[in-house]
């Protein structure tokens, strides 16, 4: 197997001379590799694997998903792609693979056994899961790019953490859950010595106003009373209010209701 950069892209120019791509095409692709020989010169990277380059993609392209990618970035990934397949199998995929979330060092490590845990034993959906990990790939770069344990994730370096992730309101309140969730099982498996989960800074964030569960005799009289009788659907509505207002029926018995002999 190819490990050297230089001899790998060498390989992926002589095939793509040999399926005659076009100029542009190419121009784009090499410049895929260049953006990663930079990138593996930084960190001082000699040789280059399949955790390498989805390291890569996973920092450069922040967790995106194909089709939200620009045309830069699909053929970006496009060609980190191509080095991954010629290297394991002497050819290019024939087809773009989804975004996968690479996890590194130890770290890494408990995150994976932690989806697994929710996977197998709590056995929550897929959706549920997809969510989770990707908030936790973030955790686990900032984490081992930092050096940092989970044992010493004070509130300072779980408020740099989120802060630097540029996420709205909705989903630093996600990315909390989540971290809240997966500090209180590190603790509660042994992983860790302290429960670091008490660290992780409360959010005022609220999805939506919460509706109130009564209402005052006066409120129901003032909702009934601004209801327009004259026409066929407001007096629909007035009945519909009023059932529920003065006999307590529950939403399905006011839409099961029908007029009979």
Same mark, same amino acid.
């Given at each position: ?138 955790? /686990? $770069?900032?984490?081992?790019? &930092? ?5 010493? *994730? @004070?509130? +300072? ?72 009788? /004259? $026409?066929?659907?407001?007096? &629909? ?5 009023? *059932? @529920?207002? +003065? ?15």
């Amino acid at each position: 197997m190819i490990t050297d950069i230089n001899e790998l892209i060498e390989c992926c120019e002589r095939e793509m001379s040999a399926r005659e791509y076009h100029g542009r095409h190419r121009e784009m692709i090499r410049s895929g590799w260049a953006d990663l020989m930079k990138w593996m010169e930084e960190r001082n990277y000699g040789c280059f694997n399949e955790e390498i380059g989805n390291c890569f993609c996973n920092e450069i392209l922040q967790g995106q998903q194909f089709k939200e990618m620009n045309d830069k970035d699909k053929k970006r990934f496009r060609s980190i792609r191509m080095l991954i397949t010629y290297q394991k199998d002497g050819d290019f995929e024939f087809r773009f693979m989804s975004k996968t979330y690479v996890f590194f060092g130890q770290t890494g490590h408990i995150i994976q056994g932690y989806l697994k845990y929710l996977c197998d034993i709590a056995a929550l959906k897929e959706n549920t899961i997809s969510n989770k990990r990707f908030y936790l790939w973030r955790l /686990n $770069s900032y984490l081992e790019e &930092r050096q940092f344990g989970l044992d010493n *994730l @004070a509130p +300072e370096a779980i408020m740099d953490f989120l802060g630097a992730q540029n996420f709205t309101l909705s989903m630093i309140h996600n990315c909390s859950t989540t971290l809240r969730l997966f500090l209180q099982y590190a603790f509660d498996a042994g992983i860790t010595a302290h429960d670091c989960s008490i660290n992780v800074p409360p959010d005022n964030y609220k999805n939506q106003s919460k509706l109130p569960s009564t209402y005052e005799e006066d409120e129901i009289r003032r909702i009934l009373s601004i209801i327009d009788r /004259n $026409s066929t659907i407001g007096k &629909r509505d007035y009945l519909i209010i009023l *059932l @529920a207002a +003065e006999y307590g029926w529950r939403a399905s018995d006011i839409v099961n209701f029908k007029f009979g002999k």
